[in-house]
């Protein structure tokens, strides 16, 4: 405990430490209290069916993503989901058209042009999503909750919604660029972190109400969460180190010998973002269907526990895992910088050899990651078979645990960066907290 208050106090004897922390604070609370800010026209006293279809099955999970604004009919209903959406989209074609591998290649100005298009295709994926949403407010809630109605409101209601999507970007890229974290996970992180209160204290009353086990059932529950949040930390963090031998230095009039260090290559160099991509493409068939679950191929992929949903979800993981790590790992430049620095792993010669070394290992080390990462998508479906309600299992793996674990870890590796920078103590006894980048 004193050394959790020493911490603190060393945080906040931080200037610029202490005003990204407050700052980062302040927004995060302008989006939620945003996500109980109801849609004009539309009384909130009337949205019992929505919050009801909003709980569970598909819809539950992006309603979990919204911090539970999907569910309030709020401003900003349609979340951040968008946003991930068109990132894919522009990051598919960095893959396969040449004027988007040149735009990555041009550094600053490329990457600004291209979060300039993915902008664009937000809006273009929000004029879809609106109309739907507000499609689906009048199928789900009485026409009396509605004061105003018609063409007009319905166009009026869509450009709110778009408006808030917008809003909560620009929020995310601000705490990006002036607080701590990047901006967007943390949104994302803050909207599961604010229903897992709810989700507990529903559990428990589940639990509590029942005549046999109640109690022993939910302790366990609690015992094998904490494993899986433990395997998951693991899974962030976890490297395959290679040796690399550097050549001898001659300083001045003294040689020194050879020096061996490591590269950490990452058994999940891609992070959270594959399950983030796979999720954000398994919403494709609910949003086309105008968020009703129970029709065409929405149905057959809306139902968690079903083995449809999971197999293409789980096997979407894997493929985005292999495919973002290929977009984040260059196995090349890593060669070629060692070999600038008079580098090269023991028994392997420098250059093209060694591309295809790191190359090869890298795609080794990088499958067992994928299907582990997989196991932790689909974790919450099996939680769910065992009698778990719908909205505590979605603690118990998937999008909402890897992304509060990574997250989390990298904000609190910023931190302990400003830390060490000014010669405190970290927020470990010893050695340096890890997060997915290292």
Request: glycine letters at 10%.
């Given at each position: 405990m004193k050394k959790l208050i020493t911490t603190i106090q060393n945080i906040f004897k931080i200037e610029e430490l202490r005003t990204r922390i407050i700052y980062t604070v302040l927004l995060l609370l302008v989006y939620r209290l945003g996500s109980f800010v109801v849609l004009p026209g539309i009384d909130p006293l009337q949205l019992a069916n929505l919050q009801s279809q909003s709980s569970e099955g598909l819809i539950g999970l992006l309603n979990l993503f919204s911090g539970g604004a999907f569910g309030n009919a709020s401003v900003f209903a349609l979340g951040i989901m968008p946003y991930i959406s068109a990132s894919i989209v522009i990051q598919l074609l960095g893959m396969m058209i040449p004027y988007f591998q040149r735009l990555q290649r041009e550094g600053e100005s490329g990457r600004r042009k291209m979060n300039q298009m993915t902008r664009y295709l937000t809006i273009a994926i929000l004029t879809l999503q609106g109309p739907a949403y507000i499609a689906n407010l009048h199928a789900q809630i009485p026409a009396s909750a509605f004061m105003l109605s018609g063409f007009g409101y319905n166009l009026f209601a869509t450009l709110i919604l778009i408006s808030g999507t917008m809003f909560v970007m620009w929020l995310g890229e601000r705490i990006t660029d002036r607080g701590i974290g990047n901006g967007i996970s943390l949104i994302i992180t803050v909207g599961i972190l604010a229903r897992l209160p709810f989700a507990f204290v529903a559990e428990l009353g589940s639990r509590l109400n029942e005549?046999?086990?109640?109690?022993?059932?939910?302790?366990?529950?609690?015992?094998?969460?904490?494993?899986?949040?433990?395997?998951?930390?693991?899974?962030?963090?976890?490297?395959?180190?290679?040796?690399?031998?550097?050549?001898?230095?001659?300083?001045?009039?003294?040689?020194?010998?050879?020096?061996?260090?490591?590269?950490?290559?990452?058994?999940?160099?891609?992070?959270?973002?594959?399950?983030?991509?796979?999720?954000?493409?398994?919403?494709?068939?609910?949003?086309?269907?105008?968020?009703?679950?129970?029709?065409?191929?929405?149905?057959?992929?809306?139902?968690?526990?079903?083995?449809?949903?999971?197999?293409?979800?789980?096997?979407?993981?894997?493929?985005?895992?292999?495919?973002?790590?290929?977009?984040?790992?260059?196995p090349t430049n890593m060669a070629d910088e060692m070999k600038k620095n008079g580098g090269f792993i023991p028994g392997i010669k420098p250059g093209k050899k060694t591309a295809e070394y790191l190359d090869e290992v890298m795609s080794r080390i990088t499958l067992p990651g994928s299907i582990f990462l997989a196991l932790v998508a689909i974790l919450p479906a099996f939680a769910m078979i065992l009698g778990v309600s719908n909205q505590f299992a979605l603690f118990y793996g998937g999008t909402s645990l890897l992304i509060m674990v990574g997250v989390v870890l990298d904000t609190l590796q910023q931190i302990e960066s400003h830390l060490l920078n000014r010669h405190y103590d970290g927020l470990m006894k010893s050695g340096r907290l890890k997060g997915r980048n290292g």
């Open positions: 005549t046999t086990g109640g109690i022993l059932m939910f302790i366990v529950e609690i015992v094998v969460l904490f494993f899986i949040f433990a395997a998951t930390i693991a899974l962030v963090q976890g490297t395959r180190r290679i040796p690399v031998q550097y050549a001898k230095r001659i300083v001045g009039n003294k040689q020194y010998g050879g020096v061996r260090q490591y590269i950490p290559l990452k058994i999940n160099a891609a992070g959270v973002m594959p399950i983030i991509f796979a999720q954000a493409l398994m919403f494709i068939p609910l949003l086309l269907s105008g968020f009703d679950a129970t029709s065409g191929i929405a149905a057959a992929f809306g139902n968690h526990t079903g083995f449809w949903y999971n197999f293409t979800f789980g096997l979407m993981v894997v493929l985005f895992t292999y495919f973002y790590t290929a977009v984040t790992v260059n």
